[in-house]
C-alpha cells in the first residue's frame, strides 16, 4: 500500500481491513476512520470478538460447518429431518437457506469446490465424509446445493458420479432467472438452466 499520510497505527489497520473480501483501501479507510470515531470501550470490545473467534468458533464434526458446540445446535436438532441432507460448499451457505427458512434437514459442508487448477481436489473437500455419512445413515435424498459456476458445476457432477451407486435420490437446487431480473439481460447458461428446471403451475 503507498504512503497515505495516516499515522502508523491507523495505516496497519487500513492494511488489514483490505484482507476482508471486497474492501479496497477506499472502503477500509472510510471504515478505520469511523472505528477511531468511536469510544475506546466500543473499539476493545470489536476486537475481543475478532480476537475469540477462532478460541469460540469451531467446526462441527457431523456437518462440517462453523459452530460454537460440536455437534452443532442443526445437526443436534432432533426435529430436523434426517433423510434429507443438502450438499453446500461453505458454511455460509448453511446460513443463507436457514435464513430462508425454507429447508428442514439436514447439511454436509464440502469446505469449498473441485478446483484442479488451484490443486483442490477431491481429497482437500470432505468428500470422503459425506460418502461415509450417507453409507452409516438412513439418508433417502441427497440435494446438491453447490454453485452455478463451472467449479460448483463440476463438483454436482462429480458428487452425482460417486454417490449414484449408493441407492438414494440425488438432486440437485434449480437455478435460473432472478426475481426482478429482465429476461433480455440473462446469460445463456442462466437461461438454459431456468428452462430445464421449468415447473407447473
Known amino acids: 500500500m503507498a504512503s497515505t499520510g495516516l499515522p502508523p497505527a491507523l495505516a496497519r489497520l487500513v492494511r488489514d481491513l483490505c484482507m476482508l473480501p471486497g474492501i479496497g483501501e477506499k472502503s477500509a479507510t472510510r471504515l478505520a476512520l469511523h472505528i477511531l470515531r468511536w469510544p475506546r470501550a466500543k473499539a476493545t470490545e470489536l476486537a475481543e470478538s475478532i480476537a475469540s473467534l477462532h478460541e469460540a468458533i469451531g467446526i462441527c ?16 436438532d432432533q426435529k430436523r429431518d434426517r433423510s434429507v441432507l443438502c450438499v453446500v460448499e ?5 446460513i443463507a437457506i436457514e435464513k430462508a427458512g425454507c429447508f428442514r434437514g439436514l447439511y454436509h459442508v ?6 484442479p487448477a488451484d490443486g483442490i481436489g477431491p481429497d482437500e473437500l470432505k468428500i470422503a465424509e459425506l460418502v461415509r455419512r450417507v453409507q452409516g445413515r438412513k439418508i433417502q435424498e441427497i440435494i446438491i446445493a453447490t454453485s452455478s459456476t463451472a467449479q460448483g458445476e463440476a463438483t454436482a457432477a462429480y458428487l452425482t458420479e460417486i454417490l449414484r451407486p449408493l441407492d438414494l435420490q440425488i438432486t440437485r437446487i434449480a437455478c435460473g432467472i432472478p426475481m426482478g431480473m429482465d429476461l433480455k439481460y440473462a446469460d445463456a447458461q442462466t437461461l438454459k438452466r431456468a428452462l430445464e428446471s421449468r415447473t407447473t403451475y
Open 61 to 76: 464434526s457431523e456437518c462440517y460447518t462453523f459452530s460454537e458446540q460440536d455437534p452443532c445446535p442443526i445437526c443436534n
Open 90 to 94: 461453505e458454511p455460509g451457505d448453511v
Open 110 to 115: 464440502l469446505q469449498g469446490v473441485l478446483a
